[in-house]
Antibody, heavy 120, light 107 residues
Framework: QITLKESGPTLVKPTQTLTLTCTFS??????????VGWIRQPPGKALEWLAL???????RYSPSLKSRLTITKDTSKNQVVLTMTNMDPVDTATYYC????????????WGQGTLVTVSS | DIQMTQSPSTLSASVGDRVTITCRAS??????LAWYQQKPGKAPKLLIY???SLESGVPSRFSGSGSGTEFTLTISSLQPDDFATYYC?????????FGGGTKVEIK
């Protein structure tokens, strides 16, 4: 059974850097074709694709946020970490991590999400 | 970046109705499109991948069609559990993009 869970601060101040960790089980991020992505959703708004890392360490970023995002993986710990610099109140959102394989192409299993509020 | 436009943004329907949601891409996706269902306070759930493939465990009343730049999600007979928000997502390009969502409400 595949599960993912997001963790990190619930409150960050403007200009700070956000670090979120996705801890997963039921699969390995060293298996060919597997990826883990990050998606966010501001309150009452639509989903926004942020970043994706593949088993071979190929990394993809949203063009509009690329300068602020870094995604990394620790295969031995079954974790993927997303950092976002220079946080702003508009970055207040629920942040999700999700599993992807080349079979689906889409995100087939999602974490429960974690709400991050940006406020001074 | 590829833009995804969903319509309508809100849809009012009754139990038993046939419902169709459209998603248009700013450039061709081949069939690299997915549909998700999201209920309030919950993570999205994958319904359809590769434009028309039904995810395991998803009821057969859900179907997807289309290719290139225009795609549709159809619910053949709306059930009470189907009142939710639906999102399309492209994964053809370097990155992915979601549509703006369609909220299906009770009429």
């Amino acid at each position: 059974q595949i599960t993912l869970k997001e963790s990190g601060p619930t409150l960050v101040k403007p200009t700070q850097t956000l670090t979120l960790t996705c801890t997963f089980s039921g699969f390995s991020l060293s298996t060919s074709g597997v990826g883990v992505g990050w998606i966010r959703q501001p309150p009452g708004k639509a989903l926004e694709w942020l970043a994706l890392i593949y088993w071979d360490d190929d990394k993809r970023y949203s063009p509009s946020l690329k300068s602020r995002l870094t995604i990394t993986k620790d295969t031995s710990k079954n974790q993927v970490v997303l950092t976002m610099t220079n946080m702003d109140p508009v970055d207040t959102a629920t942040y999700y991590c999700a599993h992807r394989t080349t079979f689906h192409g889409a995100f087939d299993i999602w974490g429960q999400g974690t709400l991050v509020t940006v406020s001074s | 970046d590829i833009q995804m436009t969903q319509s309508p943004s809100t849809l009012s329907a009754s139990v038993g109705d046939r419902v169709t949601i459209t998603c248009r891409a700013s450039q061709s996706l081949s069939n690299w499109l997915a549909w998700y269902q999201q209920k309030p306070g919950k993570a999205p759930k994958l319904l359809i991948y590769k434009a028309s493939s039904l995810e395991s465990g998803v009821p057969s009343r859900f179907s997807g069609s289309g290719s290139g730049t225009e795609f549709t999600l159809t619910i053949s007979s709306l059930q009470p559990d189907d009142f939710a928000t639906y999102y399309c997502q492209q994964y053809n390009s370097y990155s992915g993009t979601f549509g703006g969502g369609t909220k299906v409400e009770i009429k």
